[in-house]
Each structure stands twice: as C-alpha cells, then as structure tokens.
C-alpha cells in the first residue's frame, strides 16, 4: 500500500542529545514537509523539499536540521539546539503542482525527560 | 505573508444535526487553493475537501460542502447529518502556487458530536 511512514511514533530524548526523526514515502511524490504540531497552535512548517539534495527553511527551522538524500527520504533531526523540543511532529508529501494535496503520516511523538 | 484564521476554538453539534466551522485567510496571491483537514484522535490527518481559487462553485464531499466567498476571503465547511465519528479536530489550510505548494494552517477547531 502506498503511503507514508514515520517513525518512532513516540520518542524520548534527554536534555542535550540531538535525535532524529525517519519519514519515508512511496507515493513517488517530489515534495517533502515536517510541521510540528502544539496544542492551539495548529501546524507550523519546519522544513520542506521539493527535490532531492535541496530544500529549504519553513517558519520555526531554528534547531532543526533536515537532509532529502533519496526521493523516498526525509528525515528531520531535532539538535540539542531546539529549546522546546517536545511536541508532535507530523510528516507529509505532495506533488508538486496545481492542484496539490498534502498526504500525512501518522506522527512522532517527541518527549524530553 | 499568508494566514489563516480560525476563530472557534471548539464546537459541539448533536449527532444527525449540521455544524459550520469558520475559516478566514490573507493572500495577495491569485492561484491558490484551500483544504480541510479532519485530525481525530488518533492523529492522522486525513483530507475532506479541497477548493481551487478559480473555481466559483463549491466544492462538496457526501455530508461536507464549503462556502468559500473569494472577496471576503472566507472559506468555512458544513458538515450535514453529523455523526459520532465526525469528532476531531478540523483544521483550515492554504496553498499558494507562489510559496512552492507548501501548507500554512490555522490553529484548529475542536469538534464533538453529542451522542
């Protein structure tokens, strides 16, 4: 079945470790997003890519780090940078083009202990 | 710079009765599009109904139906004969052509149907 898979879906990570967070997709679609999900806050855009070793920052990057080596990957990388780490972090992918539609995986649950 | 404005933190509606949900936004942009999605408990955001800029006529899914008014820049969603797995959390989003497809989304409103 096509889709999208991130995981964890719950990680812990403890003050000052970096952690990294997989999204992978077999939707063959060329773009690639991370948003990270707070209570009220509603989605916000971390980072997205639209073509393999490119991509670019979206509203809240600082502390995050991304890489999109394969069409399939994107994974997101939470530094010890990132002050408020613990949140929902949501993955999706789209084509690229008019009309687009954003499709979701099932999300990562990041706690710092 | 795009926004999306939901102003009804949460609703409540009675199981067979419709709900409208309220979704406001800014874009200077002509190409655009708007979405609803549905979040229910268990997190996955799923897609109930897309509306394209160009397009004049509203957009309708089953039980869901959009009246996106373009000049007052409003979008809101019906849900007709609400039913119990409706509960969840609805979120309002844009995509502009001009920032690369990628989605800015309002905070939510949360939605439960009452047995």
């Known amino acids: 079945d096509g889709g999208i898979t991130q995981s964890p879906k719950y990680l812990f990570r403890k003050e000052g470790q970096n952690v990294t967070l997989s999204c992978e997709q077999n939707?063959?679609?060329?773009?690639m997003y991370w948003y990270r999900q707070d209570p009220g806050q509603g989605l916000r855009l971390i980072y997205y890519?639209?073509?393999?070793?490119?991509?670019q920052k979206g509203d809240i990057a600082e502390g995050y780090s991304v890489s999109r080596e394969k069409k399939e990957s994107f994974p997101l990388t939470v530094t010890s940078a990132q002050k408020n780490p613990t949140a929902f972090y949501l993955c999706?992918?789209?084509?690229?083009?008019?009309?687009?539609?954003?499709?979701f995986g099932q999300g990562t649950r990041l706690t710092v202990v | 710079a795009q926004t999306v404005t939901q102003s009804q933190p949460e609703m409540s509606v009675q199981e067979a009765e419709t709900v409208t949900l309220s979704c406001t936004y800014d874009?200077?942009?002509?190409?655009?599009?708007l979405f609803w999605y549905k979040q229910p408990p268990s997190r996955q955001m799923i897609l109930v109904i897309r509306?394209?800029?160009?397009?004049?006529q509203n957009a309708t899914e089953n039980r869901f139906s959009v009246n996106f008014q373009k000049a007052a820049k409003s979008f809101s969603l019906k849900i007709s004969d609400s039913q119990l797995g409706d509960t969840a959390m609805y979120f309002c989003?844009?995509?502009?052509?001009?920032?690369?497809?990628?989605?800015?989304f309002g905070t939510g409103t949360r939605l439960a149907v009452r047995p």
């Open positions: 999706a992918s789209s084509i690229i083009g008019h009309p687009s539609e954003a499709f």
């Open positions: 939707l063959n679609h060329d773009a």
């Open positions: 890519s639209q073509i393999v070793n490119d991509f």
């Open positions: 874009t200077s942009e002509n190409n655009y599009y």
């Open positions: 509306q394209e800029a160009y397009k004049q």
């Open positions: 989003a844009l995509g502009e052509k001009s920032s690369g497809d990628k989605l800015t």
